[in-house]
T-cell receptor
Framework: DQQVKQNSPSLSVQEGRISILNCDYT??????FLWYKKYPAEGPTFLIS?????DKNEDGRFTVFLNKSAKHLSLHIVPSQPGDSAVYFC????????????FGKGITLSVRP | ETGVTQSPTHLIKTRGQQVTLRCSSQ?????VSWYQQALGQGPQFIFQ???????GRGNFPPRFSGLQFPNYSSELNVNALELDDSALYLC?????????????FGDGTRLSIL
């Protein structure tokens, strides 16, 4: 039973254009959402997060949108750069006794020069 | 500021053996979580340690066990290794088990079971 779903395994975009990565979740107890980027042979690197009390958080080229009623979040990267090519994981946690993260399967983003 | 470091980077074992993986948390972080990432999957939560006590566990059998030391470094031990234990094992640290702060990951240990 996957509680965090990234249904598109891959995305290819042209350099300079917008990349939109989607994520859906089923657990209504989730209240904190994160995006991680992972390069081969490296661990996941934290990118951006959003609390459930917000619907948008922005950090430079990266913006995360949260739609709680639809249980959906998305990561927008504008403009996309070749260095953004990596696997992107959506993760979520709830306000329980620990901060365990539940991850999606990841999306492979390729940015074409 | 020192990040999360894990050792070894790669390890090859055979079925039935035991393995110990090590993790040094980021400076100032007192909470360590371990994750297993199988090929093509996202990381799965194994357990978390806070102040040397287990603070939550995922759906993993008891042969997966851990320790956290007073300096907040941690070990993951796996007994009676099975072929399905082949995976990337990731350690993540954070400054609290309760706050909504991001966990910071090491580069992982790639474990292969023959």
């Amino acid at each position: 039973d996957q509680q965090v779903k990234q249904n598109s395994p891959s995305l290819s975009v042209q350099e300079g254009r917008i990349s939109i990565l989607n994520c859906d979740y089923t657990n209504s107890m989730f209240d904190y959402f994160l995006w991680y980027k992972k390069y081969p042979a490296e661990g996941p690197t934290f990118l951006i997060s959003i609390s459930s009390i917000k619907d948008k958080n922005e950090d430079g080229r990266f913006t995360v949108f949260l739609n709680k009623s639809a249980k959906h979040l998305s990561l927008h990267i504008v403009p996309s750069q070749p260095g953004d090519s990596a696997v992107y994981f959506c993760a979520a946690s709830d306000a329980g006794a620990n901060s365990k993260l539940t991850f999606g399967k990841g999306i492979t983003l390729s940015v074409r020069p | 500021e020192t990040g999360v470091t894990q050792s070894p980077t790669h390890l090859i074992k055979t079925r039935g053996q035991q393995v110990t993986l090590r993790c040094s948390s980021q400076s100032g972080h007192n909470t360590v979580s371990w994750y297993q990432q199988a090929l093509g999957q996202g990381p799965q939560f194994i357990f978390q340690y806070y102040r040397e006590e287990e603070n939550g566990r995922g759906n993993f059998p008891p042969r997966f066990s851990g320790l956290q030391f007073p300096n907040y470094s941690s070990e993951l031990n796996v007994n009676a290794l099975e072929l399905d234990d082949s995976a990337l094992y990731l350690c993540a640290s954070s400054d609290s088990p309760y706050s909504n702060q991001p966990q910071h990951f090491g580069d992982g240990t790639r474990l292969s079971i023959l």
